[in-house]
């Protein structure tokens, strides 16, 4: 069984900087991509960055320049560095992560349960 675990939320002023963090833990072979999406309150589901397993990224337009996102050293963990913070990034931020299970060599594609940021003004 595989979980994955997000941290990091958090309540923060406009002009602020969060650091989330997903670590994915249990029987796994290999770990693809790993991303980070958020759904705010009203709206669908969108993805706000990922990066492959050799470090490629892809970011929102509204993520550009603003957030970065990296993996660990043991690449089971993902980050998401939330700098200059606006009110329209508040949201719950969801981990989603690619996987190959130990056992079975199947893929995965499994979601954090998300971490709530909110960006006052």
């Known amino acids: 069984q595989v979980q994955v675990v997000e941290s990091g939320g958090g309540l923060v002023q406009t002009g602020g900087s969060l650091r989330l963090s997903c670590t994915a833990s249990g029987s796994i072979f290999s770990i693809n991509t790993m991303a980070w999406y958020r759904q705010a309150p009203g709206k669908r589901r969108e993805l706000v960055a990922l990066i492959y397993s050799d470090g490629t990224t892809n970011y929102a337009d509204s993520a550009k320049g603003r957030f970065s996102i990296s993996r660990g050293n043991a690449n089971n963990t993902v980050y998401l560095q939330l700098n200059s913070l606006k009110p329209e990034d508040t949201a719950i931020y969801y981990c989603?992560?690619?996987?190959?299970?130990?056992?079975?060599?199947?893929?995965?594609?499994?979601w954090g349960q998300g971490t709530l940021v909110t960006v006052s003004t």
């Open positions: 989603n992560v690619d996987v190959i299970h130990l056992h079975t060599r199947s893929y995965d594609e499994l």
